[in-house]
Antibody
Framework: EVQVVQSGAEVKKPGESLKISCKGS????????IGWVRQMPGKGLECMGI????????RYSPSFQGQVTISADKSISTAYLQWSSLKASDTGMYYC???????????????WGQGTLVTVSS | QSVLTQPPSASGTPGQRVTISCSGS????????VNWYQQLPGTTPKLLIY???QRPSGVPDRFSGSNSGTSASLAISGLQSEDEADYYC???????????FGTGTKVTVL
């Protein structure tokens, strides 16, 4: 079964650092990009960026460039999302998902991880 | 701020047909295929439609997608109570070089 499994919920204070993970299984990890998607409380989905685990080529969405770091370790089929200094506004649910490609510029996320809830509060 | 615009809500009675629109631009829907995701209350988003009109295995044929120019739409025919969820369109944007989601539409079954 193809799946991506994320690390557990985190509670942090403003200013702290954090790295959450996403482990792929059931497929060849380096063959597919992985994306990170944010969902703030009661809000919609926002793609933060994507990474190619094979060579760590990373594309950040403009709103998230410089705000987070996306990385991957292909030896353990795991992608990461990292903050160096959390803010209260980083509170939300973070999903990772495998990115597939079709023809006509089609790209879609499937499957999705179960989500990692990040709470930043003093 | 999302570059794909959806109506915030849509509703219908069981058995009715509901349509959700997704408006974009020449850099996203105008050039690349559209996908749709369903997010049931309190759950992870799930792929519903990919490449404009393709259904993954297990998705009922009550769900269908189409697009024309810089807009796309999702139709739910024979609406059922379990279809109450948030629905998001999405596509690659060549100008932003990023994957973009729509603003989301909450579907209510009356």
């Amino acid at each position: 079964e193809v799946q991506v499994v994320q690390s557990g919920a985190e509670v942090k204070k403003p200013g702290e650092s954090l790295k959450i993970s996403c482990k792929g299984s059931g497929y060849r990890f380096i063959d597919y990009w992985i994306g990170w998607v944010r969902q703030m409380p009661g809000k919609g989905l926002e793609c933060m960026g994507i990474i190619a685990p094979g060579d760590s080529d990373t594309r950040y969405s403009p709103s998230f460039q410089g705000q987070v770091t996306i990385s991957a370790d292909k030896s353990i089929s795991t992608a990461y999302l990292q903050w160096s200094s959390l803010k209260a506004s980083d509170t939300g649910m973070y999903y990772c998902a495998r990115l597939l490609h079709g023809t006509s510029g089609s790209r879609w996320f499937d499957p999705w991880g179960q989500g990692t809830l990040v709470t930043v509060s003093s | 701020q999302s570059v794909l615009t959806q109506p915030p809500s849509a509703s219908g009675t069981p058995g009715q047909r509901v349509t959700i629109s997704c408006s974009g631009s020449s850099s996203n829907i105008g050039r690349n295929s559209v996908n749709w995701y369903q997010q049931l209350p309190g759950t992870t988003p799930k792929l519903l439609i990919y490449s404009n009109n393709q259904r993954p295995s297990g998705v009922p044929d009550r769900f269908s997608g189409s697009n024309s120019g810089t807009s796309a739409s999702l139709a739910i025919s024979g609406l059922q109570s379990e279809d109450e969820a948030d629905y998001y369109c999405a596509a690659w944007d060549d100008s932003l070089n990023a994957y973009v989601f729509g603003t989301g539409t909450k579907v209510t079954v009356l």
